[in-house]
């Protein structure tokens, strides 16, 4: 009888050793942050330290990097934020891509003779779409987070005011684009110092911004959409030549989509649905690979099979890929293992395919370069993978005076000539063609992977590139690879037209390279943007959570000048306030 007690209390222990076992194996044991910017994923952390959730982050570190990335994005942009709620498992991609204004018609960048404008498209903001970053974050922000919009706008605002410290990379992007920003007062006021590139270091201030970002978690976005800065926005993109109207910004939504998904090997893969081009080709590309053993294949037979298999999902992208709101969408059937089947039928392992002996379709959207990535894990295990953009560096160079953010050129990603053949015979992508309120395509390719060994958190910006670098980086963390490894890996890159291989020094072996020659592919290395030297591209930030190790890494790309966090969550959002 004496024993009673202990006995009880014996068994309570065990339960709750058992109960902290459970919980072990089901939350991660760190929150991590992987952003292009150091003060971004900064940002990120003060949100969840604070007691917000990773969606609570996610805003926080949207809006922080259109603060000191002005020229990859901001609130004149869009995106898709890839969600993972870890309570009931729900998954959904936040759709806040631009919006094409119900003025825009399949023409609107071709001359009186039906030929394109050179940089109509691309400069001024008669190349803007509808913004959807502010839609989004107040989105995010009311459903899936815990704290006020405003204490999560919090960091972008004081930096916004407070100013940042001009980088390198902020230098050579300004100097790429310095004849657009000197093109416009309002715009060179703001991102250069005396109309020239500011130095490094130089202390960045933005009042003009601090103060929209301030009206947005006052109102989460009512006066952006239907108030008096929609006015001002209005006025100053129709004197600037653009075609925007009170209407268009009434009505941007952004929209809920299921992700696409895929499995490979046993490895789940969750991405990007339309208008985002990269879930679909991402599947299309992994259910061709799975009728290969490429693990077991000398590396040159691989990689010949992968630039096979990018080649024929981006074809497929040119042809079918376009608003899923607009135009019908196989994705079904372009993800499926027996179209894939059908497709490898045409690969050779002895003679590269040229592009021009598959189906023509026309010239594949030359989606941008310049784009930013984050993703974020938590101490619950919510995630974020988060892709968002304004298009070319410094988008489209226009910011409507007084408002403080530049516009995007996303316009460019439609089709300016569909259904027109281009100088090869080839006739245009369709599906892709402008239409008034039609979300241009978009290479954008947040994604999550999914397996007995854990979770990976990955993207980057890079335009139609994305894509086969996450590819590259589903394989690797496939093949076991921690974070680290998974964005360091040397890439290479086939997109159907033009007909090269783009590669980084390191993709392959200088046999490899020797072999793919001889079979066919004509080898293009990656030379810098910046003149002379080798190059590379991309800028990966990815987080892993090991479940079977119970660790958590995190990787930002040392192609570009970001951080990743790992650290202890000492205050979650459930102890926050329970909500
Ligand atoms: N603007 C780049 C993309 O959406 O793919």
């Given at each position: ?15 709750l050793c058992?109960g902290t076992y459970v919980h072990a194996a089901d939350v991660p044991p760190r929150a991590a942050i992987a952003t ?5 994923t900064r940002a990120g952390q003060e949100i969840l330290e604070a007691g917000g959730n990773a969606f609570d982050a996610a805003v926080a570190v ?21 969600l993972h709620r870890a309570s009931d498992g729900m998954q ?48 995010i922000a009311k459903k899936y987070g815990r704290l006020p919009l405003?204490t999560s706008?919090a960091p ?218 984050f993703s974020i894990l938590d101490a619950e295990g919510n995630r974020v993978a ?68 854990g979770v990976?958190i ?85 987080v892993v959570w090991d479940r079977?190790?119970n660790r958590v890494d995190a ?9 990743a966090s790992v650290f202890v969550q000492t205050k979650t959002a459930k102890e926050a306030n329970g909500k």
């Amino acid at each position: 009888m004496n024993n009673h007690p202990r006995l009880i209390h014996c068994f309570f222990t065990l339960l709750l050793c058992l109960g902290t076992y459970v919980h072990a194996a089901d939350v991660p044991p760190r929150a991590a942050i992987a952003t292009a910017h150091p003060l971004a994923t900064r940002a990120g952390q003060e949100i969840l330290e604070a007691g917000g959730n990773a969606f609570d982050a996610a805003v926080a570190v949207t809006a922080v990097l259109g603060v000191v990335e002005p020229y990859g994005s901001g609130l004149g942009g869009g995106g898709f934020w890839l969600l993972h709620r870890a309570s009931d498992g729900m998954q959904v991609m936040v759709d806040g891509r631009e919006k094409a204004p119900m003025a825009a018609h399949r023409d609107l960048y071709l001359d009186d003779k039906g030929e394109v404008i050179p940089g109509a498209s691309i400069n001024g903001p008669l190349a803007a779409g509808i913004p959807g970053v502010p839609a989004a974050m107040a989105h995010i922000a009311k459903k899936y987070g815990r704290l006020p919009l405003a204490t999560s706008l919090a960091p972008a605002i004081r930096l916004a005011r407070e100013g940042f410290a001009v980088d390198e990379q902020y230098r050579r992007y300004a100097k790429l684009r310095l004849q657009t920003l000197q093109r416009f007062p309002a715009t060179a006021e703001i991102f250069l110092h005396k109309n020239a590139v500011p130095s490094l270091g130089y202390g960045l201030q933005q009042p003009d911004l601090a103060n929209t970002l301030q009206s947005i978690a006052a109102d989460g976005g009512e006066s952006f959409y239907r108030g008096d800065l929609a006015k001002r926005l209005v006025v100053g993109v129709q004197a600037g030549g653009g075609i925007w109207s009170l209407e268009d910004l009434r009505q941007y939504r952004i929209v809920e989509r299921a992700p696409i998904r895929t499995e490979y090997r046993g490895m789940k893969l969750i991405s990007a649905a339309p208008p985002s081009s990269g879930g679909v080709a991402l599947a299309s590309m992994l259910q061709m690979l799975g009728q290969f053993d490429v693990d077991g294949m000398p590396e040159a037979d691989r990689v010949h099979v992968m630039i096979e298999v990018m080649r024929r999902a981006y074809r497929d992208r040119a042809e079918y890929l376009g608003d899923s709101d607009f135009v019908e969408v196989p994705v079904v059937r372009l993800t499926s293992a027996a179209y894939a089947k059908q497709l490898v039928k045409g690969i050779r392992m002895d003679k590269a395919t040229p592009s021009a002996a598959l189906r023509p379709v026309g010239q594949p959207g030359g989606a941008g370069t310049d784009t930013t990535h984050f993703s974020i894990l938590d101490a619950e295990g919510n995630r974020v993978a988060a892709t968002m953009s304004i298009n070319y560096l410094f988008g489209s160079g226009f910011v409507v005076p007084g408002t403080g953010f530049l516009l995007n050129d996303e316009m460019d990603d439609f089709s300016a000539k569909p259904g027109v053949p281009n100088a090869y015979g080839l006739v245009g992508a369709e599906a892709n063609a402008i239409e008034p309120g039609k979300r241009p395509l978009s290479s954008m390719s947040p994604t999550f992977l999914d397996d007995d060994r854990g979770v990976a958190i990955l993207g980057t910006p890079g335009g139609s590139r994305i894509i086969t670098m996450v590819l590259l980086g589903a394989l690797q963390y496939a093949a076991g690879a921690d974070a680290e490894t998974i964005v360091v890996r040397p890439r290479f890159h086939h997109q159907y037209l033009p007909d090269v291989v783009m590669y980084e020094d390191g993709a392959f072996s200088a046999d490899t390279e020797q072999e793919l020659s001889l079979r066919g592919h004509m080898l293009k290395k990656q030379l810098s943007p910046y003149g002379g030297g080798f190059g590379h591209y991309g800028n990966m930030q990815a987080v892993v959570w090991d479940r079977q190790k119970n660790r958590v890494d995190a990787a930002s790309d040392k192609r570009g000048i970001g951080a990743a966090s790992v650290f202890v969550q000492t205050k979650t959002a459930k102890e926050a306030n329970g909500k």
